[in-house]
Structures are given as structure tokens and as C-alpha cells.
């Protein structure tokens, strides 16, 4: 969905809206190109830009490593 249709759409609802972010792979690997952690952090500014007043992260590889989550959570 581009920012300009969440907009549109933050701006009818009238309520709470809550954004989650799904990403799959190792984010602090910084030799990574396609999806990145700028990527990701890029997505998730866009979001709140748009008014997202509650942003989630859902993570979508079996595993959780503890510093790909302080990367996302920064």
C-alpha cells in the first residue's frame, strides 16, 4: 500500500489505526541488499509519518535473535 492510500485511509477511520511490519530473514546482517534494515525502518517512518498510532512487529522465521530485535526496536 503506498503512503498516499494509508493516509487517505487514516484520515476516514476516524479511530485507532494499528500497522504491523512482517519481515523474514536476519535484519542485522548488514551485507543484506534487497530487504535491509534501512528497509525496514524506512517502511515503518512511512507509516508513522501517516498517523499509525500503534506500530507491530511480527516476525515471520521461526527464530527471534535478540540483536535483530534491538535493531528493529531502536
Given at each position: ?70 535493531c528493529l526496536a531502536t
Amino acid at each position: 500500500m503506498t503512503a498516499k492510500k494509508m493516509r487517505l485511509l487514516l484520515n476516514c477511520s476516524g479511530g485507532v489505526i494499528e500497522a504491523a511490519i512482517s519481515y523474514t530473514g536476519d535484519v542485522s546482517d548488514a551485507e543484506r541488499k534487497k530487504y535491509s534494515l534501512k528497509y525496514y525502518l524506512d517502511v515503518a517512518e512511512q507509516l508513522v509519518k501517516a498517523g499509525t498510532h500503534i506500530l507491530g512487529i511480527k516476525v515471520a522465521t521461526a527464530r527471534l535473535i535478540r540483536q535483530q530485535l534491538r535493531c528493529l526496536a531502536t
